[in-house]
């Protein structure tokens, strides 16, 4: 069982739809980190977080350390929000990431 | 503008013949870190460093080198590259000297295809 798991694992909505990705992890952590892929390849960060809720315009992320869950919202979803989602958890200065989860939204 | 750059962007090479691919940032960052990406496997720790001259292994380490001489860059060497270094690599960098509670940026990426 990997230590990091995600879902779901592919994920395609109509435009204006509001989005849930999850991740639950079995180890320690730190913290835990949000990734955004595009197509092109590169990786942003969008969140890192060690308890609580963060928001960035559109983009929500909750994590539950009891429960060692993390969701990524994103309301009011629009095509360019198409990319593949990755959550990674650090701890012992490491990075240990899920499998990523390709979203695609449709006009 | 501050970012982290990668060179060669694109690399094929043939099995054995060692390569570097540059990684360098200019944001005065202590920690720095390899990764690689594979289908089905995502992204995979390779090396970290939370300093000058501090370097550590993460996951998959083995067919791997790296130094960090200067706070700005952190090569990747492989000194005999084989088919199975075929991969999406990936620098970042991250403020302090751990990874714990940094938030990570991330270099283009350079694809590597070992014939």
């Known amino acids: 069982k990997n230590e990091v798991e995600q879902s779901p694992q592919n994920l395609t909505a109509q435009e204006g739809e509001f989005i849930t990705i999850n991740c639950s992890y079995s180890?320690?952590?730190?913290?835990l980190h949000w990734l955004q892929q595009h197509p092109g390849g590169g990786i942003v960060s969008l969140f890192m977080l060690s308890s609580g809720k963060k928001k960035h315009g559109r983009l929500i992320a909750t994590i539950n350390i009891q429960e060692k869950h993390s969701s990524l919202h994103i309301t009011a979803s629009h095509p360019r929000d198409s990319a593949v989602y990755i959550c990674a958890v650090s701890g012992a200065q490491k990075l240990v990431f899920g499998q990523g989860t390709r979203l695609t939204i449709n006009p | 503008e501050a970012q982290v750059t990668q060179n060669p962007r694109y690399l094929i090479t043939v099995t054995g013949k060692k390569l570097t691919v540059t990684c360098s940032q200019n944001?005065?960052?202590?920690?720095m870190s390899w990764y690689r990406q594979d289908p089905g496997l995502g992204l995979r720790q390779i090396y970290y460093?939370?300093?000058?001259?501090?370097?550590d292994k993460g996951d998959v380490p083995e067919g791997y080198k790296v130094s960090r001489k200067e706070k700005r860059n952190f090569p990747l060497i492989l000194e005999s590259p084989s088919p199975n270094q075929t991969s999406l690599y990936f620098c970042?960098?991250?403020?302090?000297?751990?990874?714990?509670?940094?938030?990570?940026?991330f270099g283009p990426g350079t694809r590597l295809t070992v014939l």
């Open positions: 970042a960098s991250g403020r302090g000297t751990s990874g714990n509670y940094n938030e990570q940026f």
């Open positions: 180890v320690g952590i730190s913290a």
């Open positions: 944001m005065n960052h202590e920690y």
């Open positions: 460093s939370m300093n000058v001259e501090v370097t």
